[in-house]
């Protein structure tokens, strides 16, 4: 997917914030179900969540204000009660911004961990796979 | 209530983002409660919410990351199916950095307005008060 | 422009938490900008600011997690030292959301109120506009 | 430090969201300066910043709406070009909510990493340490 650096997602040193990525991430996790179509919306409609169990963020190279990222994600892992994705965020001439990877556990309303139940592990199992190649001439 | 400026609430104007102040006053809303041994966590269990239908802030002068802030904060009305807030945010030297006002309606859980229950409304009536005077030597 | 509601930006209500809406209200000018050939980014890096001098917002209807809205954006005035902004939010169905309004002052790097440049002025004075009309069927 | 969960920082789940936690593990480094007799906000306003290289937080137990959390936090690491700090972050009744860790690089005002001024590494050099031994009966 792809998104602006909003001016509120700025902080004092004239860059993006570094927490911003965090929801970055989150927004290209439902974009990359929706291209699979599938739907985080119907998934936590049916009480369901993928809780956040890690998040690790490197970064590489500033984003700016109104800079349009390119957000690369994948699902690298799918078990019963986990998942892992990864994700790389690329800015204005091809310059990796930043990359990182997430975890998570399959929890119900109460925010007990479950067993990801058959209809989505089904629905999602297809789609594990490496992280995409690097696009060329990116040198981090 | 005091609070500090964040560095994630600055953005690249080097003061604090506009949008922070609703957030503050959301937090100044609570603390006035729990300063007259209420609480919004309990309202908020007991299926209630006060959900907000207007917004007004006026900004008068900057804050700026790591300022400690008073927010002064008042409830100057109170119905069965309203409730008003008043707030002044004070910066160092006593500047005043912006006042606004919220409005407010009872919902249930679904979001539907409600009339506030009889517990909630006796618990607040005896609080609905006038915003505190300003402070001497306040020039705003 | 049209914006998905993020994940991060739900509260425990189970909606869009009241703050995003200035969010939303800014990234709404920015684009407004844009698709008049204008640039915000390059108004700031001539080291100009439209500073928020008050914000009102109404809230009609919740917003939902992953709903598409469309913020319709104007600029209802234009003067040396102030401009104004008005905004309407719609979701899914075409319900208005929230509608509220933005005034502004010209700043310069040090956060001085000053004259909006010629150039500037002279950029944005024909973009002076009433709110657009109402879209058919709106019912609020 | 101590912080309260505000509401904004809620999401749906009914949970503190999980992009909170990089902010508070912020402010915390924030404070732990202060504590010292150190200002992030003078090393800011001599032109010096310490960017985030990297994040990384493990979330162990839910924080909820209204929570008063610690946040324990350590420098472990300090080089001319390099820093790091530790957090653990610790809810009601001793529970452990988050740990994690990030690193730093001094840069200037353009963002180039630099080597920390002497004045700046003479004041902190003092206070690297390793992180705080678990509270007893802290099982995670």
């Not at 700016?64 to 994705?85: K, W």
Request: hydrophobic share 40%; net charge positive.
């Amino acid at each position: 997917m792809n998104l602006r650096v909003r001016f509120a997602e700025t902080d004092q040193m004239g860059v993006a914030h570094h927490g911003a990525y965090v929801v970055w991430f989150e927004a290209a996790r439902v974009e990359w179900m929706r291209e699979r179509g599938l739907s985080y919306r119907e998934l936590e409609a049916s009480g369901l969540s993928m809780a956040v169990k890690e998040v690790t963020i490197r970064y590489r190279k500033a984003a700016y204000f109104d800079d349009l990222l390119r957000i690369d994600c994948a699902m690298t892992e799918l078990r019963s009660r986990h998942a892992a994705f990864r994700y790389r965020l690329t800015g204005p001439g091809g310059r990796t911004v930043a990359d990182g990877h997430t975890t998570h556990v399959p929890t119900d309303r109460s925010g007990r961990a479950v067993r990801l139940p058959a209809v989505w592990a089904e629905a999602l199992v297809g789609h594990v796979e490496p992280m995409p190649d690097r696009p060329s001439g990116d040198a981090a």
